[in-house]
């Protein structure tokens, strides 16, 4: 899938930022979008990270990455970064992962909510 989706809210109130696992860390583009955050620029902003990989005994781990140049923009990260598993390099995303994913998104909006 060939998709970068970003949405500015009027509310403002949460960051989600994911990344498929690209040789060992987020793709090029999450990298150049997080690099160019600076120290301080998401103070106040509520955030959270996820990755989607392939269940191998060693991989990435893009979403922790994700994770902590959030935090060093100044995020306030909600939850710890999630990973979602595929089918191979390309998915679907495998069984289960689905349900997963909403729950933590319910959790997210939860978090946000209160």
């Known amino acids: 899938m060939k998709a970068l989706v970003v949405y500015d809210s009027a509310y403002g109130n949460l ?5 498929p696992i690209n040789g060992w860390r987020p793709t090029p583009k999450i990298t150049a979008l997080l690099s160019d955050l600076g120290n301080g ?3 106040g902003v509520k ?3 996820f990755d989607t990989r392939v269940r191998m005994f060693i991989h990435g781990d893009a979403a922790r990455k994700i994770a902590h140049a959030l ?3 100044g995020a306030d990260l909600i939850a710890a970064p999630m ?3 595929v089918r191979g390099s390309e ?12 729950s933590w998104a319910q959790k997210l ?5 209160s």
């Open 15 to 19: 960051l989600v930022v994911g990344s």
């Open 41 to 43: 620029s998401l103070r």
């Open 47 to 49: 955030a959270a990270a």
């Open 71 to 73: 935090k060093a923009g």
């Open 83 to 85: 990973p979602f598993y």
């Open 91 to 102: 998915g679907p995303l495998r069984d289960g992962e689905i349900g997963k994913a909403e």
């Open 109 to 113: 909006l939860a978090s946000v909510a």
